[in-house]
């Protein structure tokens, strides 16, 4: 069985729990430098476990100690967005937190894959990898299968299609200069085209790479946290049951898709060993130059970054 470490008991990290319990398969600890905040969700999670019929075994803690020997680290420790904030607004309060989990996390369980989930996502996500000192493949920040995610349902609602026929691919920064890919998204394997008109695939694009702002503006104080949990989870199983499935991910670039020395997402294949391979799609020009402009954004919050061990 799985170990799966959680940092971080707000309503991200609470629901990542939940949903793992749910799953089943693994053993997870939920942390929160809280004194008690994880130790009351878990027990509360867990007394919802004979009733509901999910697993039981779980451990809610302030202890860092209870995270070791974990075979996949979650990280959701960090400040949420505020109506009018962008994730780049974030960069310097968030990029203290994860050094300091990052510093907690990585003696203790060495062989541990980080999932990412803290925000601006693929600057935080490059901050961890520089930090942990494990290899890319470790290192993988969620953010394309929640925009990936989003897209599809906005295509269902457009379409009354199920979801389950609706396939999306999305790269790039997890933020406003996400790149949703018409040309390699399909339903049913046919081209969107087919079902939406132009103006449709334009509007569900926008609103897509609006998904995360749109929520925050109807919740005032919070950000999204069922959709973003939900998304952890479905990687953190491709992780654990070794699946080869494919996902897109922001993880750090050697070369692909001309990038290097950045973490950007693009389709991968997780497997138990995490990163298994970095997939490079062939572009045209303007998605090429949407992914320039991509990187653009995700290197002007980079520049600000401090990598001080």
Same mark, same amino acid.
């Given at each position: 069985?799985?170990?799966?470490?959680?940092?971080?008991?707000?309503?991200?990290?609470?629901?990542?729990?939940?949903?793992?319990?749910?799953?089943?398969?693994?053993?997870?600890?939920?942390?929160?430098?809280?004194?008690?905040?994880?130790?009351?969700?878990?027990?509360?999670?867990?007394?919802?476990?004979?009733?509901?019929?999910?697993?039981?075994?779980?451990?809610?803690?302030?202890?860092?100690?209870?995270?070791?020997?974990?075979?996949?680290?979650?990280?959701?420790?960090?400040?949420?967005?505020?109506?009018?904030?962008?994730?780049?607004?974030?960069?310097?309060?968030?990029?203290?937190?994860?050094?300091?989990?990052?510093?907690?996390?990585?003696?203790?369980?060495?062989?541990?894959?980080?999932?990412?989930?803290?925000?601006?996502? /693929?600057?935080?996500?490059?901050?961890?990898?520089? $930090?942990?000192?494990?290899?890319? *493949? @470790? &290192? %993988?920040?969620?953010?394309?299968?929640?925009?990936?995610?989003?897209?599809?349902?906005?295509?269902?609602?457009?379409?009354?299609?199920?979801?389950?026929?609706?396939?999306?691919?999305?790269?790039?920064?997890?933020?406003?200069?996400?790149?949703?890919?018409?040309?390699?998204?399909?339903?049913?394997?046919?081209?969107?085209?087919?079902?939406?008109?132009?103006?449709?695939?334009?509007?569900?694009?926008?609103?897509?790479?609006?998904?995360?702002?749109?929520?925050?503006?109807?919740?005032?104080?919070?950000?999204?946290?069922?959709?973003?949990?939900?998304?952890?989870?479905?990687?953190?199983?491709?992780?654990?049951?070794?699946?080869?499935?494919?996902?897109?991910?922001?993880?750090?670039?050697?070369?692909?898709?001309?990038?290097? /020395?950045?973490?950007?997402?693009?389709?991968?294949? $997780?497997?138990?060993?995490?990163? *298994? @391979? &970095? %997939?490079?799609?062939?572009?045209?020009?303007?998605?090429?130059?949407?992914?320039?402009?991509?990187?653009?954004?995700?290197?002007?919050?980079?520049?600000?970054?401090?990598?001080?061990?």
């Amino acid at each position: 069985m799985s170990k799966v470490s959680i940092i971080g008991a707000g309503f991200v990290g609470s629901t990542i729990a939940h949903w793992a319990m749910v799953s089943g398969g693994c053993q997870v600890v939920l942390l929160d430098i809280v004194e008690g905040l994880a130790t009351g969700k878990i027990l509360d999670l867990i007394q919802a476990g004979p009733i509901a019929g999910h697993a039981v075994d779980a451990v809610g803690t302030s202890d860092y100690a209870d995270t070791a020997d974990s075979d996949l680290v979650i990280i959701t420790a960090g400040v949420a967005r505020k109506p009018g904030m962008t994730r780049e607004d974030l960069v310097q309060v968030n990029a203290n937190i994860v050094a300091a989990v990052i510093k907690e996390v990585v003696p203790r369980s060495p062989d541990a894959i980080l999932l990412m989930m803290t925000n601006p996502l /693929d600057t935080m996500t490059y901050l961890a990898y520089k $930090l942990s000192g494990f290899p890319r *493949e @470790r &290192v %993988i920040g969620q953010a394309g299968v929640l925009d990936s995610g989003r897209m599809r349902t906005f295509i269902a609602m457009e379409t009354g299609i199920s979801p389950h026929n609706i396939h999306t691919t999305v790269l790039g920064g997890h933020g406003d200069e996400m790149v949703p890919l018409v040309r390699y998204s399909n339903i049913g394997g046919m081209p969107l085209s087919y079902f939406l008109t132009d103006e449709q695939i334009a509007r569900i694009v926008a609103r897509t790479r609006d998904g995360g702002a749109e929520i925050v503006r109807y919740l005032k104080t919070g950000s999204a946290y069922y959709a973003p949990g939900a998304s952890a989870c479905r990687m953190a199983q491709a992780i654990a049951k070794d699946a080869h499935e494919i996902y897109p991910a922001s993880v750090f670039l050697q070369g692909e898709y001309g990038m290097s /020395d950045i973490c950007f997402g693009v389709p991968v294949i $997780l497997g138990r060993r995490g990163v *298994e @391979r &970095v %997939i490079e799609l062939e572009l045209n020009d303007e998605e090429r130059a949407a992914l320039r402009r991509s990187e653009y954004l995700i290197r002007s919050t980079m520049a600000s970054l401090k990598l001080e061990k």
